[in-house]
DNA sequence: TGACTCATGTCAGTATTCTGACATAGATTG
DNA sequence: CAATCTATGTCAGAATACTGACATGAGTCA
């Protein structure tokens, strides 16, 4: 149409498509959560506890895609609510390893059903094949993304 | 590992692996943006209004997956320092056509070269056949979350 | 025509996330 | 052993995006 010599267009842009379905998951993960009062990244935050119990802030930061500081502040809410817990001595170096309360963990249950739901939803059209194809394609993306991103 | 049988696994999950990957590239994005004191939001606005002159700013707001007041924020400041212009008077309705300045065009320049880097690198370890196959699945992707929106 | 619905621009306040900064614990290194 | 580096938790302030609300213009419909 216009300037598309050095242009992105962005319909055919890898990456403004990429951005797009990243809206609309998080659209669509908002909109199931918000009747139990969660957002996505407090549910990011529980749903990596229950998988990996006694990981530290930071790498609960790390997994939600959040700095440690937004982390700390969700942590400490869900700490005082009773949905996690943290020894008030590190084990070992800094980190304090948190574990879900038995109230954390029944608050997860109904968020993760309804995760899982969205996620079913948004592969519906996608035969098995084409779902490791998918996993497989993004993960090149992020890998080739990250690899140069001291190099710079 | 542990309770895998409701849950989401986020090892294996598309929709994780979808928001890293999402995540991963908005980093990159802002580590060749900050230089040119432009944040992606910034970026993506003066981009569409450069293919698709003459946007409102409700359309900017779609376009850049975010709220109109937040893309109106942005607006008003991108006509203040004279990047964007807007006329005094709606031709039809309330939207107010917006359009780029050659000052806003030559500011979106550098940041077009930044970018289009950002995505050659993301695409690096992908042939032809494989790239047509991600804007596919996620063209798939986008629309079974779309679809069930209001269906819910 | 008049009531209704819908999309838009915009203001205000709230919420969330980020950047900057500091102190501390452990590992590395000379 | 001492200096340095890295990672961590945390506080404070700034930036950004969001929800709520209101008025306005255009289309629909009875």
Redesign the pocket.
Known sequence: MSQNGAGVNLETSLGYLLKEASSALRVAMEEVLRPLGM?V?HYSCLELLAQRPGL????LARGAF?????M???L?ALERDGYVTRPDEAP?????PARLTPRGRRSLEKATVAVRSVELRMLAGLTETEQSDAFRLLKSMIHSLRDSDDAT
Do not use: C, I, M, P
């Open positions: 957002s990244t530290s802030n930071s790498e959040v700095t440690r500081q937004s700390n502040v969700l400490q070992v170096g800094k980190a304090l």
